[in-house]
Nanobody, 121 residues
């Protein structure tokens, strides 16, 4: 299973970006998809997560500004980021809990390669 993320870039404060991350491989089902981020010198933190049970969680700092969504047909998770702030600058990583040929019953968790988001003031 591989995760391929895209959509990062440089944007001014107050602007918007949309990240995408697609899962590929011998996928039987996806239990959850999420976005994390890591800024220089800081720990990786949860940005948003959505499960197959349709529960959604957001980090406190992004509530009301970011929205996670999933296209189940395409095994793709999106992160719409609005009203971006300089403190949103980080490498954003997608994460997915996937049942596959390697682990058909219990999900394994995979990470994408990361995409840089830079918000200028």
């Amino acid at each position: 299973v591989q995760l391929q993320a895209s959509g990062g870039g440089l944007v001014q404060a107050g602007g918007s970006l949309r990240l995408s991350c697609s899962a590929s491989g011998s996928i039987f089902g996806i239990n959850s998809m999420a976005w994390y981020r890591q800024a220089p010198g800081k720990q990786r933190e949860l940005v948003a997560k959505r499960t197959s049970a349709r529960t959604t969680n957001y980090g406190d700092s992004v509530k009301g500004r970011f929205k996670i969504s999933i296209n189940n047909d395409k095994n793709t998770v999106y992160l719409q980021m609005n009203s971006l702030k300089p403190e949103d600058t980080a490498v954003y990583y997608c994460n997915a809990g996937v049942r596959s040929a390697e682990s058909p019953i219990y999900p394994r968790y995979y990470w994408g390669q990361g995409t840089q988001v830079t918000v200028s003031s």
